[in-house]
């Protein structure tokens, strides 16, 4: 069984930076893909940045120069840093992360952290 852990919500003021991180612990073989999405109160959960096992990033255009997705495969964890916040930041984050385990492939979901970025 994959287990998620996150860390590194908060509350912070509009222009502020965080860092979130999220890993992974169980018998993996292999990671495919990881990611960072977000849902606000009364939206939708939605794509905020991903990285491939080769490095390659994906970044909603929301977020785009100010956030940064990283990973460390020795760990298994995935960090995402934010800066320049803004209010409508907001949400709680969740990280996903989809790979090869003992029982097959897999796409397992994080706790969710609260990020609040206040004006």
């Known amino acids: 069984q994959v287990r998620l852990v996150e860390s590194g919500g908060g509350l912070v003021q509009a222009g502020g930076s965080l860092r979130l991180s999220c890993a992974a612990s169980?018998?993996?073989?292999?990671?495919?893909?990881m990611g960072w999405y977000r849902q606000a109160p009364g939206k939708q959960r939605e794509l905020v940045a991903d990285?491939?096992?080769?490095?390659?990033?994906n970044y909603a255009d929301s977020v785009k120069g100010r956030f940064t997705i990283s990973r460390d495969n020795a760990k298994n964890t995935v960090y995402l840093q934010m800066n320049s916040l803004k209010p409508e930041d907001t949400a709680v984050y969740y990280c996903?992360?989809?790979?090869?385990?003992?029982?097959?492939?897999?796409?397992?979901w994080g706790q969710g952290t609260q990020v609040t970025v206040s004006s």
């Open positions: 990285i491939t096992s080769g490095g390659s990033t």
């Open positions: 169980g018998i993996i073989f292999s990671i495919r893909a």
């Open positions: 996903n992360v989809e790979g090869l385990a003992t029982r097959g492939w897999f796409g397992s």
